[in-house]
């Protein structure tokens, strides 16, 4: 079901929320594209029945198969563009380094190659460049979130800001306790520039649209506040990543984990270590053979 927002924008609420932009009266631009081919044609069924209309081109937001996932399906059945911000483009067309990344950058397990972590490729035919921008006959604006993912991205068209995953719904963070991150220190700064970006509307990646994103990011802010300090109550014994992880999950009521489970979380940790160790908190030194975190 359509979502709209203005004249010329909407999206179609789900487990991803999928932004549609109208290019001109028979095209749209769809902001990313949900999981798999069910939601491809959920969403294409949408397009055609309800904007009779045909998609020009998806803007994938960043490189994680819930956002990319039904690229390949939406792209056989209309033979439209692929864009992609740097870096998320690569993971887009070799689906495999998601999973490889979480699991420390090596071959992954098995079960790491699941539907949720690794999608179908697809094509990119562009990049897209951060700011205001010319989109097949449509303003509209990149924004650059990075810190969820590497180059994490936000769009913003007619005062409408589809900002991704840069915030994570109430729900999640109550249920999952620590929300996927690749690097907190940009992240951190994502947040604030979030907070600056004018808009009537904001559609998470998740979740339901609001016309504020205050009340989210305040909740995000909460949730990492409070695995700093797990983590830096850790820190007062010197101890290795993986006893870091148990001790946080742990003290946060992490769920039970199942390996995927645990492999997002564990290069989450991570970043919050590194930035421990750049804001001078935490330092990382190996003692015989022993990789240890320890408070500076
Ligand atoms: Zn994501």
Known sequence: MYAPLSDRVGYVPGGTNIGIIRNDPTHVTLID??????????????????????????????GHADHFGANA?????????????????????????????????????????????????SPVDGIAEIGPQDFFGAAIEVVALPGHSPNHT????????????????????????????Y???DHLASLDAALAIPAGFVVPGHGPHSESIDALVGLNHQAIDRTLAAIANTLQTPSASDRVCTEVFRALDVPALNAQGFFLLKPTINA????????????????????LWSLA
């Open 73 to 121: 399906f939406v792209r056989k059945r209309t033979g439209c563009e692929v864009w992609a911000p740097d870096i998320e483009a690569t993971v887009i067309r070799h689906p495999i380094l998601q999973p490889a990344f979480l699991y420390g950058g090596a071959d992954p397990l098995d079960t790491l190659r699941s539907r949720f972590l690794l999608a179908e490729a």
């Open 154 to 181: 936000g769009v913003l068209v007619d005062g409408v800001f589809f900002c991704a995953d840069v915030v994570f719904p109430e729900a999640a963070i109550e249920k999952y306790r620590i929300p996927y991150l």
């Open 272 to 291: 919050y270590l590194a930035h421990l160790e750049r804001t001078g908190v935490a330092v990382f030194e190996v003692v015989e053979q022993e990789p």
């Open 33 to 62: 594209t949900g999981l798999n081919d069910t939601t491809a044609r959920k969403v294409l069924r949408v397009v055609r029945d309800e904007l009779h209309s045909e998609v020009v081109a998806i803007l994938n937001t960043h």
């Open 183 to 185: 690097g907190l220190t």
